[in-house]
T-cell receptor, first 111, second 112 residues
Framework: GESVGLHLPTLSVQEGDNSIINCAYS??????FIWYKQESGKGPQFIID?????DKRQGQRVTVLLNKTVKHLSLQIAATQPGDSAVYFC??????????FGAGTILRVKS | NAGVTQTPKFRVLKTGQSMTLLCAQD?????MYWYRQDPGMGLRLIHY???????AKGEVPDGYNVSRLKKQNFLLGLESAAPSQTSVYFC???????????FGDGTRLSIL
């Protein structure tokens, strides 16, 4: 089946800077996307989601952008903090409410 | 407010042994899922359930069985454990479509 992928496996940023994590998806029929954060020893934690009828959605310090033309998803984290260090996954909702996950991007925040 | 609870948290098995992983959710969600996560990879779907009494195969179902006798519980069984099944197993639940799945904190399983 089709899968979701990530461009950058590791991202290092300075504390206080903005972070951008990218994701490419291949199933043009997907209508719902989710970003998860996973800390060491924990399960994935929901950050933000977006439906295909939207281009942008904002949360607290996080923004998700969806570009359906090029099948690209990004997660922007403003004023990155040490507590943001984790692995970030994008996931695509397949038919039947099944998620397809990308491999993940490691975000490292330098103090 | 427990959410999704997985037991046990850690387990070591010998090749050929069997065991059952338990997932319990207290949110009255219809859908439940079992995933495995291997180093450097995203989560892969093993089996899932769209309601009490139903189960279906995911991407990597071989060597596993599941049961959903009660709405709040989803059991994952390994019939004859193999070293290739060494992984971290995550359970998730979902209320309805186009909503985020809620995950437990995983079971770390090593098979020697």
């Amino acid at each position: 089946g089709e899968s979701v992928g990530l461009h950058l496996p590791t991202l290092s940023v300075q504390e206080g800077d903005n972070s951008i994590i990218n994701c490419a998806y291949s199933n043009s029929a997907s209508d719902y996307f989710i970003w998860y954060k996973q800390e060491s020893g924990k399960g994935p934690q929901f950050i933000i989601d977006i439906r295909s009828n939207m281009d942008k959605r904002q949360g607290q310090r996080v923004t998700v952008l969806l570009n359906k033309t090029v099948k690209h998803l990004s997660l922007q984290i403003a004023a990155t903090q040490p507590g943001d260090s984790a692995v970030y996954f994008c996931a695509e909702n397949e038919y039947g409410n099944k998620l397809v996950f990308g491999a993940g991007t490691i975000l490292r925040v330098k103090s | 407010n427990a959410g999704v609870t997985q037991t046990p948290k850690f387990r070591v098995l010998k090749t050929g042994q069997s065991m059952t992983l338990l997932c319990a959710q207290d949110m009255n969600h219809e859908y439940m899922y079992w995933y495995r996560q291997d180093p450097g990879m995203g989560l892969r779907l093993i089996h899932y359930s769209v309601g009490e009494g139903t189960t279906a195969k995911g991407e990597v179902p071989d060597g596993y069985n599941v049961s959903r006798l009660k709405k709040q519980n989803f059991l994952l069984g390994l019939e004859s454990a193999a070293p290739s099944q060494t992984s971290v197993y995550f359970c998730a639940s979902l209320d309805r479509g186009n909503q985020p799945q809620h995950f437990g904190d995983g079971t770390r399983l090593s098979i020697l």
